[in-house]
């Protein structure tokens, strides 16, 4: 594995394999900045279940003191729970210890402002520069705060804000038979409840143990959820739910054991939310143009911003949105309930959907907006990205080119978005088209042009 | 100092002013260098003192241990000495303690324990402190990272530890009044008047992180200012009075006289001797002759070592436990083997009413029947250059008693001494003489104008 990967500082954060990369002192001292950041006050700090999560919680813990905050800590909870929390405390901003959906080994600490929400760029930049200068609140004995514990409010007022934007008796009454993989992580200590208590659901779940190990890849895709579709074969449920470890992306197995793409995830939930909510719908670059119809059939404008969960949600802040996402990464975001990507909110749009329509969920997907996916990696040498953008631009000169992330171009009834990983010297292809001829062509002739 | 904030790494461990110098950083990098240090595989057990800083410190600590794969037994709010008993029955690899002890509230320390609630070697505290300042620690894999538990039972155990040594209910016929300094020694002392029914009447009790009620210093002028006004009208037979980890006491008798810090080791020494005659007493060059004329009347020996805990740790190392009557400072720090040789002040205040009793002595009655010796101490300020000046000078001065030079200097004679040598911590020099009777003004004068005549 290259160098750079087992540690990384920069603008999303700090992410490392622990203990030897992402050191204790390391994320002390991150931590540290970041109470100075935020200022004296209370910062909420939580953890998905990785076995490294109690010890860096230590050393956040012991950083945040020393800059003259408060902890309070709310242990083993979802992402998005801990961002909600942050927010109806009004605390000073959150620190939440997870890598999502890397590997074990990996660790990471996410950050959030006093709404909850992840840093923004300038926001990270900022701390970035004050990590690097050390000039770091050193608070003395008298000015050194306290650690209280959350007695479990978190969870309930993160599950009453879904619940308030679903027909819950509507889904209640179905008494749906479910089935969840919760990765053993942090969905574990409130998935259950969720599905069980509040929306009567009958659970059968795998992974739902916090103090074991992830049994499979952490990230869930269709390759991945094998035992979650064996599952909901086996036990007739109408529909599976997958969790990565902090419980803010969510995939979904239909009633056939079919892992749906998560571009009609997000498709089902933006029908869902633009039924209940007003305003705008914003996704990144690479998500389906099915959004584009499903918002034009509700009259709504769809904003598109570069990839990244961060880019999504600035815009989506700004122009006060209804509901954005990104359709590869399985994310949906819903401001009603927070400005973040999450799972229990996901679930909720897609039992409401079932109990309002009475379809299955194959029948829910099949009655989208049809388009063929495609998708690829091409290697390029060091120095020749620009020109290879240029070569595929200028071999569709009729086409609409957008230049916000890499390069996207348009036609009315198809798109190919080309763009560099920021990690390794490869392009990532994405062509999406109404038939499958179509997507095939177009792929083959941006990829002939990308490898000339 | 220039700039001074406080901020001490030696072989003793670590201290400073919290936020001032010493940092979070420095305090995770220490653990993290102790958990490379000791014996891979095993739990370490940590405590701290009330300071409120102590919880940002033990964060930092727990962090570290666990990074390098040991699982950390928690004891909470304890004094040293219950670390250290701890210590001596759970299976670990080593204990830190987390408190600044005597020092005012806005200091901090981490105190570094061995397997068997030792203090570190020499030896070892070298070796500790080249591997924090390597910073290359012994990292555990993602997968062994050490965990975390809560001893609540270390307190009871560690008094356990105490009422097997000392006859603690026949101790019911004192009034004992005790100032805790918002300290460690409230908690041990409320669970004894719990188990026993001592008539202890405890001032200052209320556990305190950031406001102490007063300085936690053990000396006699402090005892008498807190406890002196009270000793009559209460009635007591004695007081005492402990810093904030009650590792050190001081003492007041029934008159609400405060008793020199120098008056402990003689006293317990005497007790520890009556016991068992003919053993050894360490002390440092600096604690009163007293000393001698207690060993001497017990056929005892005094080994007299540099200042320093450290010094007496490798003079302990030398000797079989059974070969030591006792080992301490004349501030009043007091080891006993019965104890493994720990710095307790509780131990020392339960030995004392144990004298008491025994005797059938007040305090002041005890302390009247030794003979009355004179101490002053002074310090001046000097450049470290001119130390070794001034050392070859006093010699020249001074040749006709017997010289020990092992620490600065300390010359003897058969009615009078003085030691003079450069602190630990400052760049100061202390003078120390002491006669017996009156006071040995016109040579502590002398050995001060010489001092300050190389500042």
């Known amino acids: 594995m290259p160098r750079e990967h087992l540690l990384k500082i920069g603008v999303s954060g700090v992410r490392g394999v622990v203990p030897e990369f992402l050191t204790p002192s390391l994320t002390l001292h991150f931590a540290q900045a970041f109470g100075t950041y935020v200022g004296r006050g209370r910062v909420v700090v939580g953890r998905d279940t990785r076995l490294s999560g109690p010890m860096l919680q230590h050393a956040v813990n012991c950083g945040l003191l020393a800059a003259g905050c408060d902890v309070v800590d709310v242990g083993i909870l979802p992402t998005p729970t801990i961002q909600i929390y942050v927010e109806h405390i009004r605390a000073r901003g959150g620190i939440g210890l997870t890598a999502s959906h890397n590997p074990p080994e990996y660790n990471a600490l996410k950050l959030f402002n006093k709404e909850g929400q992840f840093f923004n760029q300038y926001e990270r930049n900022e701390l970035i520069d004050l990590y690097h200068q050390s000039d770091f609140t050193q608070a003395t004995n008298a000015e050194i705060g306290y650690v209280t514990t959350d007695p479990g409010l978190a969870k309930a007022i993160h599950i009453d804000r879904v619940l308030a934007k679903v027909d819950v008796e509507r889904i209640r009454r179905r008494h749906f038979r479910v089935a969840l993989d919760a990765v053993n992580g942090a969905g574990s200590v409130m998935t259950p409840g969720f599905l069980v208590d509040s929306l009567n659901c009958r659970l059968d779940a795998i992974a739902i143990d916090p103090t074991k190990v992830f049994p499979r890849i952490a990230e869930p895709r269709p390759d991945t959820l094998g035992e979650l579709a064996a599952l909901v074969l086996k036990t007739g449920a109408e529909v599976g739910f997958a969790q990565d470890p902090d419980a803010d992306r969510l995939a979904i197995v239909d009633e056939n054991g079919r892992v749906l793409d998560n571009d009609d995830v997000l498709a089902l939930a933006v029908q869902r939310a633009l039924a209940v909510v007003p305003g705008p719908v914003v996704v990144n670059l690479t998500t389906s143009s099915a959004i584009d119809d499903i918002a034009l059939a509700f009259g709504r404008k769809v904003y598109r911003t570069p990839v990244g969960e961060a880019n999504v949600v600035e815009t989506m802040q700004a122009v006060k949105a209804a509901i954005g996402g990104e359709g590869s990464a399985g994310g949906v975001i819903f401001p009603a309930v927070q400005l973040c990507r999450d799972s229990f909110t996901a679930m909720a749009f897609l039992l409401d959907l079932m109990a309002e329509s009475g379809k299955t969920v194959s029948e829910l997907v099949a009655a989208l907006p049809q388009y063929v996916r495609k998708s690829g990696k091409v290697a390029f040498a060091h120095g020749r990205l620009g020109g290879l953008m240029q070569a595929l631009e200028e071999g569709f000169p009729e086409a609409e080119a957008d230049r916000s992330d890499g390069l996207k171009l348009l036609w009315p009834d198809r798109w190919v978005h080309v763009r560099a990983s920021n990690t390794e010297p490869i392009l990532r292809v994405f062509v999406e088209a109404k038939t499958e001829e179509a997507a095939e062509k177009l792929y083959a002739t941006s990829w002939g042009l990308l490898t000339a | ?455």
């Open chain 2, 1 to 455: 100092m220039r700039g001074d904030s406080g901020l001490r790494i030696s072989h003793v461990g670590l201290r400073g002013i919290v936020g001032r110098g010493l940092t979070a950083g420095h305090i995770l990098d220490f653990a993290a260098a102790f958990g490379t240090f000791i014996e891979p595989g095993r739990p370490v057990v940590v405590g701290r003192d009330p300071r409120a800083s102590g919880r940002m410190a033990w964060e930092g600590v727990v962090s570290a241990l666990m990074a390098c794969g040991h699982e950390v037994i928690d004891l909470g709010v304890v004094s040293t000495p219950v670390v250290q008993h701890a210590l001596q029955r759970l299976d670990a690899s080593g204990g830190i303690a987390i408190s600044a002890s005597h020092n005012t509230a806005d200091w901090n320390a981490l105190r570094f324990l061995g397997p068997r609630g030792t203090y570190l070697s020499t030896a070892e505290a070298g070796e500790l402190l080249d591997i924090y300042h390597l910073r290359k620690f012994r990292f555990v894999g993602w997968d062994e990272l050490g965990g975390q538990r809560f001893d609540a039972g270390a307190l009871d155990r560690y008094i356990d530890d105490l009422a097997a040594v000392f006859d603690l209910p026949s101790l019911c016929g004192f009034r004992v009044v005790v100032d805790c300094c918002n300290g460690t020694s409230a908690l041990i002392l409320r669970r004894v008047i719990e188990r026993y029914g001592l008539d202890l009447v405890l001032i200052n009790e209320r556990v305190e992180g950031v406001q102490f009620a007063h300085e936690p210093s053990t000396s006699a002028r402090m005892v008498e200012l807190q406890l002196g006004p009270l000793m009559q009208p209460l009635g007591a037979h004695a007081g005492f009075l402990f810093d904030v980890d009650s590792d050190r006491v001081a003492m007041a008798d029934e008159q609400g006289h405060g008793v020199s810090e120098e008056m402990m080791l003689p006293l317990l020494a005497d007790h520890q001797l009556s016991r068992g005659p003919g053993k050894i007493v360490i002390t440092n060059l600096s604690s009163s002759a007293l000393i001698d004329d207690v060993a001497a009347r017990h056929g005892g020996r005094v080994l007299r070592v540099p200042v320093g805990r450290q010094a007496a740790m490798d003079a302990l190392a030398a000797y079989r436990p059974e070969q030591i009557a006792v080992a301490g400072e004349g501030t009043g720090a007091v080891m006993m083997p019965q104890f493994r040789f720990i710095y307790d002040g509780i131990a020392s205040m339960f030995a004392v009413l144990t004298m008491m009793k025994e005797r059938g002595r007040t305090l002041g009655q005890l302390l009247a029947e030794y003979p009355k010796y004179s101490i002053l101490k002074g310090e001046v300020r000097l450049e470290s250059p001119r130390v070794p000046e001034l050392l070859l000078d006093l010699l020249a001065s001074y040749p006709d008693g017997r010289i020990d030079r092992t620490d600065g200097l300390r010359v003897t004679w058969p009615d009078r001494w003085f030691h003079v040598r450069v602190s630990h911590t400052e760049p100061i020099i202390r003078v120390i003489c002491e006669q017996r009777g009156t006071p040995p003004q016109e040579l502590f004068e002398t050995l001060m104008d010489k001092a300050r005549s190389y500042s």
